[in-house]
Every structure is written in C-alpha cells, then in structure tokens.
DNA sequence: AATATATTCAACCATTTGGTTGAATGTACA
DNA sequence: TGTACATTCAACCAAATGGTTGAATATATT
C-alpha cells in the first residue's frame, strides 16, 4: 500500500552505509547477528541496533532457533520504494529506459 | 559512479516526507523557493534548508533570476539508487519481474 | 550445577537533524 | 531614495541517531 511511514522506515533504513554493508551480506544468504557483526568496527551491539532499524522496515526478518538469531533479507519494501521513484519521475521518461535496461542486463548476468 | 557518499546523500535526502513531497512538486515542474513552501504548516527557512539537502544531494538544481531562486528536478541520482537496489536484489529475482511489469504500465499510462 | 555463548536491554554520551526566530543580503519597484 | 520582497545566514533548541559500556536473559555444553 506504501504508505508513507513505511516508504519513512525502508528509505531511513537505507540511508545507512553500514545497513547497506548488512543488506548485501545477507543478500547472499542468511546469517547470525554474531557472524554479521564481525567484519565491522564497531561493538556487537551497535550492529544489533542497526538490525533492529532494518527489522522495523521489515527488509530483514529474523528466524531464532535456540540462542541463534538466523537474520534473512526480505527485499518486498524495496518495491515500495522503487514504485515511489517511478510515480515521481514524471519528466524523467528518458532516464525510464536506462534503468529498465539495467533491469534486464542485470538479470541476464545473473540468472 | 555510485559513491558510497553519493548514495548516501541520495537516501538520507529521499528519507524524509517533506523533502519527498518537495522532490514531487517539482516533478510537474519549476518553481521558486517561497512557491514550494506555501503548502508547508513550517517555516519558509524550514524549507529552505530541505532543499539545501535536495541540493547538496542533486536532485535539485537552483537558477537564480534576480532575487528568485527556481528549482528544478534533477532525477539522476535516483538512477544511481535504483543500481544499488539492482545490485543487492540476488534471491530478489522474483520481484524484479514486479517492478519491470510497474515500470512498463507506468510508460504505458503516462506517455 | 557451573560455565560459556548468543543476544538483547538499559543507561549514557556526542553529534546530527529538523525545526524555530531574528538579522543580513540582494533585488525590484514606487 | 526608500520600501517591499525573496532568500539565506546565524544562533539556538529539542529530539533523534549512532555509538559506547555493563548488566540481564536465555540457551548450550561440560
């Protein structure tokens, strides 16, 4: 339905280059809040933090199972927000093409 | 080149409603500073500082006519957002037929 | 039972953010 | 020239943000 607060939580979710480094881990898979932590500087729990940013825009879901917390990524608010770009584009129609052709280069490299 | 700081800029400015709205006015076109505030319930600086973060982010660009400031839209750093989104969707490939699919109705409905 | 591990909660802190008001700057106009 | 208008600059403020450390909770292991 993209309602603003929800296009509010993912875009603030992204404007975050160490959420950002979070996303594209767990892109390629799932994770432990521990393992994802790891190659950062900065204390386990300021990545605990950042995670609960990403849950609350719902573009990571967490699955426990005993003490582990097995982090995924949901990419679905990505959608919301991508349907807000193309509603405010207007005179953009010309930049429309590029970005539907690096749709479609991108999912012929990476089937 | 996609910057992490580009699309830094590019998220926290679009991580905002008011800047969002603001970006949304100048979709249909020019338009000064004082114009795009009126239907703000904030300050005329108010708005005049969102758009310094439009600006600093370049989504907005500024002509100066005498003591009139016109902005315009400029949707390029979007472009740039919409590659990091491409780039980090991997298992997202189901969706990624959503958006195309949105982004062709959306060509289709307005020419 | 005792200890180690995984994670969050809570309190705290510095910086940034988004807003305010009042003054300054520059341009238009009578 | 004087005055109105368009905009920014500067100082200030409250709340949010991103980080820290230390304690709490829950599960696993010995």
């Given at each position: 339905?993209?309602?603003?607060?929800?296009?509010?939580?993912?875009l603030?979710?992204?404007?975050?280059?160490t959420?950002?480094?979070?996303?594209?881990?767990?892109?390629?898979?799932e994770?432990r809040?521990?393992?994802?932590?790891?190659?950062?500087?900065?204390?386990?729990?300021?990545v605990?933090?950042?995670?609960?940013v990403?849950?609350?825009?719902?573009?990571?879901?967490?699955?426990?199972?005993g003490r582990?917390?097995?982090?995924?990524?949901r990419?679905e608010?990505?959608?919301?927000a991508?349907?807000?770009?193309?509603?405010?584009?207007?005179?953009w129609?010309?930049?429309?093409?590029?970005?539907?052709?690096?749709?479609?280069?991108?999912?012929?490299t990476k089937?």
């Amino acid at each position: 339905m993209a309602t603003p607060q929800t296009l509010d939580r993912t875009l603030t979710a992204l404007a975050d280059p160490t959420r950002r480094a979070i996303l594209q881990r767990l892109s390629s898979g799932e994770a432990r809040v521990t393992e994802i932590a790891q190659p950062f500087s900065m204390s386990l729990n300021a990545v605990s933090k950042h995670i609960l940013v990403l849950e609350r825009a719902k573009l990571v879901r967490r699955r426990k199972v005993g003490r582990d917390h097995f982090l995924s990524y949901r990419p679905e608010p990505l959608t919301t927000a991508a349907e807000w770009i193309v509603s405010t584009r207007s005179f953009w129609a010309s930049r429309l093409d590029a970005l539907e052709e690096l749709l479609r280069e991108e999912d012929a490299t990476k089937p």
